[in-house]
């Protein structure tokens, strides 16, 4: 008890001393609920309804199609992907904010297969998410000289080869949250004449990514976790500037045209990144996705990467603390340096424990088979809310409170 005590005495210590402390202000946060869930959705920003209400009040109702020019709508992918530029590390020109993330990942798989003709190979990760899998066994249908390899992550290495075309990795495992060293894996693949694809959806705005450093070649992420754009956000994509003019997007709408306004009937792609632009922007989502990104341009981004580690160790540390012989198994790494913002443990009730969770206010989610897994956003999050988010699934597991029958019903979206 004393131990208890005393814990939670320095976790108000930590919360005081918090640099990042005035940015839990700007966002709507519900009461009652601790959210360990913004790896997924990110949480609502203060500023977002205003400015959502500004661009469809204004920009839409009085501008109409005025706007495209005169509020910057039709900037808007190069202008917030020039903004998420400065969260990896790479040049404002190579990144651009189109599509979702499974459909950039299509374009720039055909795109780096299209790049090495006489390669049939996309190798990535067996256990990576779903999406990663499923769209490059998509294209592989499509094109079927093309081949997905699947291995495990510590055969990766050893599987390329002079016939891959394109090595495909998650730098954040969704679910255990293992970092890949991004830098000595683009190396490897290179070194066989592979390009690297790097998916940074659980990476951007909770690690820090160098893409310039790594000499990276590609990449894809997402807009509506760490960055809190919203629900189904648009997402952005990388192309390292030294491959741009020679890789093609398999979707040349008009957008990724050299000049969409002259309307001409073939096809020739822009100059530069916008080639990989496919239809009209969604406006309404980048000026949501907009917000997000500023208000994580104004931290210290080297505070908001230490703060969510702090976060994870402490949330690591309390649960072996306080939960031991409970069923929790921890599934990520240990070492901060091998991991990303999230935090995952694999109890065989699973499903079941984390509905007892959010019907008492502590939102995570659910990751077949067996995974609990929390996310630490440290924009918002206190050290105290890990504290007694703690305690909540202590006492969840101790009451086996989790055994109701209203938790075991799998709802749609886990
Ligand atoms: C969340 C996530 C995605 C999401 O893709 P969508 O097209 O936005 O649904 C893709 N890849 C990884 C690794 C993710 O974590």
Request: aromatic share 8%; with cysteine; glycine share 10%.
């Amino acid at each position: 008890m004393s131990a208890t005590l005393s814990d939670a005495a320095d976790v108000r210590r930590m919360d005081a001393e918090d640099p990042l402390r005035p940015f839990r202000d700007r966002f709507q946060l519900p009461p009652g609920v601790i959210y360990l869930d913004g790896n997924s959705l990110g949480a609502l920003p203060r500023a977002t309804s205003a400015r959502i209400a500004e661009v469809i009040g204004v920009d839409w109702g009085e501008g109409l199609i005025r706007s495209w020019n005169t509020a910057g709508w039709i900037d808007a992918p190069a202008r917030v992907g020039a903004k998420i530029a400065g969260l990896i590390g790479a040049e404002a020109h190579e990144v651009t904010v189109a599509d979702s993330t499974s459909v950039n990942l299509f374009k720039l798989l055909a795109a780096a297969m299209g790049d090495r003709p006489e390669r049939r190979m996309i190798l990535t990760e067996a256990g990576g998410f779903p999406t990663d899998l499923y769209v490059a066994q998509g294209l592989a249908a499509f094109a079927p000289h093309l081949q997905v390899r699947a291995v495990a992550r510590e055969a990766i290495k050893a599987a390329l080869d002079a016939d891959t075309g394109v090595l495909l990795l998650t730098h954040v495992h969704y679910k255990t949250g293992a970092t890949y060293d991004m830098a000595a894996m683009t190396r490897a693949a290179q070194a066989e004449g592979s390009l690297m694809l790097w998916d940074l959806s659980h990476s951007t705005g909770a690690v820090a990514v160098d893409l310039e450093a790594a000499r990276a070649d590609l990449a894809v992420g997402c807009g509506y976790k760490y960055l809190n754009g919203g629900p189904g956000a648009p997402a952005f994509l990388y192309v390292a500037e030294r491959h741009q003019a020679r890789l093609r997007s398999p979707l040349s709408g008009w957008m990724g045209h050299a000049a969409p306004f002259a309307f001409g009937d073939d096809y020739h792609p822009a100059d530069g990144l916008a080639r990989f632009l496919c239809g009209t922007p969604p406006v309404l989502g980048l000026a949501a996705l907009e917000v997000g990104v500023d208000l994580m341009l104004q931290a210290d981004l080297g505070e908001v990467f230490a703060k969510s580690q702090r976060l994870c160790s402490l949330f690591i540390n309390q649960v072996e603390a306080r939960c031991a012989g409970l069923g929790l198994q921890l599934v990520t790494p240990r070492d901060r340096r091998a991991r990303g913002a999230h935090v995952s443990f694999s109890h065989p009730q699973g499903y079941a424990v984390m509905q007892a969770l959010i019907a008492r206010g502590v939102i995570g989610d659910f990751r077949a088979p067996d995974i609990l897994r929390f996310g630490f956003p440290a924009l918002y999050l206190r050290y105290e809310d890990v504290e007694a988010a703690v305690e909540v699934l202590r006492e969840v597991l101790a009451s086996q409170a989790w055994r109701a029958e209203a938790f075991q019903v799998r709802a749609t979206v886990t």
